[in-house]
């Protein structure tokens, strides 16, 4: 029995060893061959000897990579000239290809290329070793790429992009909003089809319940395969038991004062926006303070604020930052047609309870300083582009702070360049192709409604005209009116004159045009400039008396 321990004993110490020789190895095979991939792909012989434009393909078709392992070297191959510190790492072997891969792929995602280029004003400390000095943002995420595990490498970029992108969250938030659809349709067989694309907020939140409205499986659910549910299957399931709780049970959760699925956490002084280096975090995750301070009244989340010298807990729950029941109630009374924005269509219901003054900026939770706008305008507040002041129980005033319009001049100005008067001046430029393409549909549509309109209104000028000269024009027998004989001359014969019997077609539908005059009419008054239901075809005109 003491000789098989022994054994396992000596096994345990002498594997760990051998296997990370092993995957030093690797680490080493893979640097030799990405070395070779970039020889031979940025002098484009890829493209010109086996005719790939792609490098991920032509490493998949001509050599014996995994799809994962080529998507690595391709990007890694790809991106070297914008990342050499980052590449070099990864040639030499110094840092695994994979956390290469991802740090490239994610800066040249969030648009950090060139910031991660530009030297810090004092050269940061690498956290793995005090003797490496770090001169720019890429020579700091090798470090992690070398040392770090990878769920430390995505903090460190997700500290990264929160502090560069403050404000830029913000834009994020109005695009996503701006972009968001949902859409049910039952369909032939009787079930039903859903459709949307969600922001992220509310994906996050749809996520977490359906991962929490249905307990996970258990081992004896597998099937004779050893197979669990599947999880889109699950997600079915989880939807269908939060919908059916939401309707009937009074406990289930809601939209405000009840169940919340994220949580916030955060310093007063950071919440605030004083500069002291930290961040907020939402479920684990480093987020922007500009939407710390936005969510912070959002009932789908929890804050806890903390005194960050103290350590001493100034808010955990919403009793302070939401109203309650009655005071809710009585704002809604007051706002019963929902949001306060002007032409705002959104219920009550779906407004969230916007502080006129921050609550941590000691901004208190009362009816006078509450009011209750949409989660999109609630958003396009906290961009710091508009004012709002009440002016009554229900009733705001606001004004966009460069040109002074109201929010009633600024979504009837027919220029808007989206439905709910999202301005391009606060798109994201993440999401301006897509914002792009729904301005140009919405401007073509609105082209369109103008040129319907306009038409309409010249046909009822058009007939109101005829109606008028047929009004106007003599009667049946009477005694034309005599006209001078000099013949009128005209530059060029158009040819004979066009005794028409009947109104055209285009002048029956509102056309502006009316048929052409002869150019030398004969003695007497012609034919009416109206036809009337007296003339016929071949009839001869009117002659003098």
Known sequence: MKANETDREAQAAALPSQIESIAAQARAHDARALQAVVAYTSE?????????????????????????????????????????????????????????????????????????RIPYPVPAESPYDPSVSCATPEALIREYCVHATRGELTEHLDRLCAELFDRQSLLDELSQQSLAWL??????????????????????????????????????EADSDGLLPRVSGRNAEALHQMVA?????????????????????CDLATLRGERTGRLPMLDGRAISVSKARLLAWEAGVIPSVFDYSTGEAVELGRAKRLPNVALRHKLELEQPEGCAWSGCRAPVSWTEAHHLEHWADGGATTAENL??????????IHLGRWTIEKTGPGKAEIRHKRTGATDAEWDADPLKDLPNGHSADEWSPVYEPQLTDYANWFAQKSMAATIAESRAKFRESDAAAVKACRMTEPALG????????????????????????????????GSAGRPPRSPNPPEGSGPSACPGPEERPGSPPHSLA
């Open 44 to 116: 484009g012989l890829h493209k010109e000897c086996d005719g790939f434009s792609g490098i991920r393909d032509w490493i998949m078709e001509c050599f014996d990579f995994n799809a994962a392992t080529a998507g690595q070297m391709a990007s890694i191959a790809r991106l070297a000239p914008k990342f050499k510190h980052l590449a070099s790492a990864a040639l030499s072997g110094t840092a695994r290809i994979d956390a290469v891969a991802y740090a490239v792929r994610r800066l040249e995602r969030e648009g950090l290329a060139v910031h991660a």
């Open 478 to 509: 009477a005694k034309p009116v005599a006209t001078p004989a000099t013949p009128v001359v005209l530059r060029e014969d158009p040819g004979g004159p066009p005794f028409l019997p009947r109104l055209q077609r285009a002048t029956a539908e």
């Open 245 to 265: 709780a939401y309707g009937t049970d009074p406990g289930a959760p809601k939209r405000h004062g009840h169940t919340a699925t994220l949580n916030l956490t």
């Open 183 to 220: 859409e049910i349709n039952r369909r032939p067989d009787g079930m039903w089809d859903i459709e949307g694309l969600l922001t992220d907020d509310t994906g996050k939140l749809l996520s977490n319940a359906l991962r929490t409205a249905v307990p996970p499986p258990r081992q004896d």
């Open 371 to 380: 009011i209750l706008l949409c989660r999109f305008h609630h958003s396009r």
